[in-house]
């Protein structure tokens, strides 16, 4: 099998989130790879999603099927990005207005699970669709819990 790298373009992030999400990955062989992501948030507003400006995600992937790297997979990742700390108004108990707009950068890592699906045409042209979350490493009281990742990918293996 001559064609063992992959350039993809996650197609729901820019168009769900206005995020541009691109990876690649390597087939070490028919049943593993690895790769990396890398995500930038072009939408300032960020009505959709406000924590996420940036991430690169390194992953590993297992194959479950008997074709070369295609099928259901599992997934294993770690992420390091940075978001915009978490923004919320509320009310106290006295009815006053509380708005906790502080603005903070916090950059953390956090590590995870996917599973998903590959598909692959004769021509090399791929799709993916794939979800999973995972649970940030340290940070303090105010950093997230949890991060997601997910999307459905458009590709090339050459």
Known sequence: MDKKQEVKLNALGILAF?????????????????????????????????????SLTPFYRRYFSNKFARGFFVEGF??????????????????????????????????????????????????????GVGRNLGGDNDSLEAVGRGGISLGYRF
């Open 18 to 54: 206005e995020w541009l999400d691109v990876s690649y990955e390597y087939l070490i062989n028919e049943e593993s790879s690895f790769g990396v992501g890398a995500l930038i948030n072009l939408n300032n507003d960020r009505d959709l999603d406000e924590y996420r400006k940036f």
């Open 78 to 131: 770690g992420m390091l990005h940075s978001y915009e700390n978490n923004n919320y108004d509320y009310y106290d108990m006295y009815g006053n207005y509380i708005n906790s707009n502080n603005g903070d950068t916090k950059t953390e890592f956090a590590v995870g699970i996917s599973v998903g699906g590959k598909f692959i045409s004769k021509k090399g042209f791929t799709t993916e669709i794939y979800l």
